[in-house]
């Protein structure tokens, strides 16, 4: 294990500039059809939000938990591996693997994320990502240390522990972070049919929505979770248009980190007075 997670670093340094290279390009494209296309007419590049977003939750929030995730956590599972240096994984071509583990783990998140709306205390680490007024490209990025902890503990430990190929770590990261500013962009897509599979903003910007659809859309990567479980929202001739969160939300990283850990109300039996909703 040790020596694989040395590898995983080693092997991330080769492909690391690709990786970087092809997500700063898809923000760069992200920006230029929020001009031309956007689908909420007026929002500003640079809004509310947007230098920490960018410096406290995009950059160092995610290199940190990266470094928490693989030398901390990651290495507490060496002591109990049997040392094999023979994976299951083992001539499996590295899209299969990465169709596998980006499918598999998206129908995790779509289960988790409708746990977090229903669940208090889960919803005081995902309150953080639906507090943007503004819904953008960057927007996304706001989720709560905890929260990406978690999901992204559970995420690469099946990879990992199954010592999937080091390249798969890298790509994967690049399709969550590119296919999460897609979602949350400010652009006017029609996908067509497309959209009961592929998930895109035309859905998941009603989920960030104050009023119908918050409760709805729950998908992130493929929309099918959502049709098939029920919970897909997409009027033909509306566009959500206010975003954000009804209660109170301090306004920079540190105060919305902390704010998570705030004394609970007494228990209201309707969510939408405890705060949830
Ligand atoms: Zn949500
Ligand atoms: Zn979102």
């Excluded at 969550?176 to 400010?186: D, L, Q, Y």
């Excluded at 009027?235 to 954000?244: E, R, V």
């Amino acid at each position: 294990m040790e020596q694989y997670l040395i590898s995983v670093f080693s092997g991330l340094s080769g492909t690391e500039i690709i990786s970087y290279g092809l997500i700063i390009f898809s923000a760069f494209i992200f920006v230029l059809l929020e001009r031309f296309i956007p689908y909420n007419k007026g929002q500003k590049l640079f809004r509310d939000g947007f230098f920490d977003d960018l410096a406290f939750y995009t950059i160092a929030q995610n290199y940190i938990l990266s470094i928490i995730i693989f030398s901390v956590i990651f290495r507490v599972f060496q002591g109990s591996g049997n040392g094999a240096s023979e994976s299951l994984l083992d001539g499996v071509p590295i899209w299969i693997q990465l169709l596998f583990f980006t499918v598999s783990h998206d129908f995790y998140i779509y289960w988790m994320h409708r746990w977090q709306h229903k669940n208090r205390y889960l919803w005081r680490i995902h309150e953080a990502h639906h507090s943007p007024s503004k819904v953008d490209w960057l927007s996304g990025s706001r989720s709560h240390a905890l929260e990406i902890l978690i999901n992204q503990t559970i995420e690469f430990a099946p990879i990992v522990l199954l010592s999937g190929s080091v390249e798969v770590i890298a790509y994967k990261g690049v399709i969550s972070a590119v296919w999460g500013m897609f979602i949350h962009s400010n652009i006017d897509v029609n996908s067509g049919k497309l959209r009961f599979f592929i998930n895109g903003p035309e859905m998941h910007r009603w989920h960030h929505s104050m009023g119908k659809g918050r409760n709805n859309n729950f998908s992130t990567k493929f929309a099918i979770w959502d049709w098939m479980f029920g919970t897909a929202f997409l009027p033909d001739t509306m566009k959500a248009d206010i975003y954000g969160l009804k209660t109170y939300f301090p306004k920079n990283y540190f105060s919305q980190t902390i704010f998570a850990f705030r004394k609970f109300k007494p228990f209201r039996k309707n969510p939408e007075k405890a705060g949830i909703a």
